[in-house]
């Protein structure tokens, strides 16, 4: 641990982002990294807990503390080996993930953990400007040959770590493009797709094949990669869309999040839209039912294509404004951005208490808990 007492010394500093009104005319990132020092200082705060709660907090285990010390001590480059070790891919979390070794770390206690997630994404967006991320090409050949199906981030790092390990490996994608919902689903304000095909650049050099506009099961035979391959690695993600048996569901105007948000992102890379899709929310008052990421992305893509009004309903309660620290993952610790005063903004949902929240785009949005989906579609009507 390079400082004793970082975390007395330094208040927790994290990202900050452009001006809403800047951001909510483009579909470009809008987070603003801390400066090297500002790093130094961040990193310098965590004590290096003999049970790192980070660690066991991070999906993926990252190494945090070690590559908190690394950034410390100005070794950034060991620091970028670390997070590698664990992580293929930590440009897509350093930018989207919901960060829960930030909830699970110890100085989260008084509510100013390190600041985990930024710390990560500067250290691998240093080691790409730095050119230290190169093809990992191996030394020897196994002459195995694996497909996988599906390009999201499971078929992503599954593809690497085989060809890393010798094998001949194929991806099939049935989307013009790579990357699953990481580039149809999230919108490029919160994940620029150059960030896909730049980590694309380096698995082809590494050996990994991508063919795009391969459906298997439908153009690719699913019986010829069974014969043709040692092994085939389904990763073909969760594509179901959950509806609401609800009157009125059978209305126009109702849609499901992902083909909405997968045209907007279409639309950003100049790519065709399939036919008969082409919706956007210009002008319109819009209903966004859920309150989740997904709820909260379609919020910053309606706003961006200048929705007239937005409402954004959820099922669970409102979330207390002081979290519950002894919750951890998957039922992370969830607060609310105290409400601002306003009037109430929906009629129909007499049940319901108005508030105000903030969107990952800082856009203040109408917000609703409601114990019913249901019935507050019925009364206020999409
Ligand atoms: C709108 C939205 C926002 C999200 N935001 C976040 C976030 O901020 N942070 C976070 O951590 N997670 C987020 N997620 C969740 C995250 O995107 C998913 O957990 C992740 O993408 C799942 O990865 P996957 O590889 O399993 O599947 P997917 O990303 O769904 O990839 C599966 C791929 O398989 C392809 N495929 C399927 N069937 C076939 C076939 N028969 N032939 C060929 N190809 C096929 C699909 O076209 C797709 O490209 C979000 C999800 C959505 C929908
Ligand atoms: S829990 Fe927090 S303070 Fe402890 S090692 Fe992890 S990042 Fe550092």
Known sequence: MGSDTGFQDFDRQDRTYLPVEERKTNYREFTIPLTTKELA?????????GIPFCHTGCPVNNIIPDFNDLVFTDDWRAASEVLHSTNNFPEF?????????????TLNLHDAP???KSIEYSIVERAWDEGWIRPQIPARRTGKRVAI????????????QLAR?????????????????????????????????RRM?????????????SYVGHNVSIEALVDDYDVVVLAGGSEY???????????????????????????????????GLDTSAEGKHIIVIGGGDTGSDCVGTTNRQGAASITQLEVLPRPTEQPD????????????????????????????????SRDRTGRSTRFMASSSIGRMSTGAGP
């Open 325 to 356: 620290k002894l919750l951890t993952c998957p039922t992370g610790p969830k607060s609310c951005v105290p409400p601002r005063p306003t009037k109430k903004a929906v009629t129909g949902g007499g049940r319901c208490s108005p508030s105000r």
């Open 165 to 197: 390990a010798g094998h001949r490996v194929m991806v099939f994608e049935k989307n013009a493009k790579v990357g699953g919902l990481l580039r149809y689903g999230i919108p490029d304000f919160k994940l620029d797709k150059r960030v896909i095909d």
């Open 241 to 275: 869309p959950r509806d609401i048996d609800v009157p009125g569901r059978e209305l126009q105007g109702i849609e499901f999040a992902v083909p909405y948000l997968a045209q907007q992102n279409r639309r950003v890379s100049r790519e065709n839209l399939p036919a």
């Open 114 to 116: 390190v600041t985990i």
């Open 149 to 160: 199906v599906g390009s999201g981030p499971a078929g992503l790092a599954a593809a690497q």
């Open 41 to 49: 200082n961040q990193a310098a705060r965590c004590i290096d807990c």
């Open 201 to 213: 650049a380096q698995m082809q050099a590494e050996g990994v094949a991508f063919f795009v506009n």
């Open 93 to 105: 979390t350093g930018r989207v993930c919901p960060a829960p070794c930030e909830e699970a770390c």
